[in-house]
């Protein structure tokens, strides 16, 4: 992980990732830059059209995440905080049994 964060073109990663890392960083700083090529090349690395989708969508939200929160002046977690959220997202996941129940009835009707 630390291998990506600090240059992704150099780390021990298939070049699939790195095509994959190379998409997300020009939709993250040049979006309006983006064409049919863009997307070939990605493709063209092995990545299926879902895929990409799901590449955009997670950089969109973010980006959107990030300003929102800077902008509204949402304050940042304690270290503390992170740690419980942590544990608490190791032990139960991201959503409560009381959800996971409600969803597993919800599609047996």
């Not at 059209?49 to 304690?78: H, K, P």
């Amino acid at each position: 992980m630390a291998a990506v964060l600090k240059d992704y073109r150099t780390a021990p990663i298939t070049e699939a990732e790195k095509a994959l890392f190379k998409f997300v960083a020009k939709v993250n700083r040049e979006s309006n830059t983006m064409g049919h090529a863009d997307i070939a090349e990605v493709k063209s690395a092995g990545w299926s059209e879902e895929a990409i989708y799901d590449a955009i969508t997670v950089c969109a939200l973010f980006n959107f995440y990030n300003r929102w929160v800077d902008a509204s002046g949402v304050q940042d977690m304690s270290t503390r905080g992170y740690e419980m959220s942590g544990q608490r997202l190791a032990t139960e996941g991201y959503a409560s049994a009381a959800v996971e129940r409600n969803r597993e009835a919800a599609a047996r009707v």
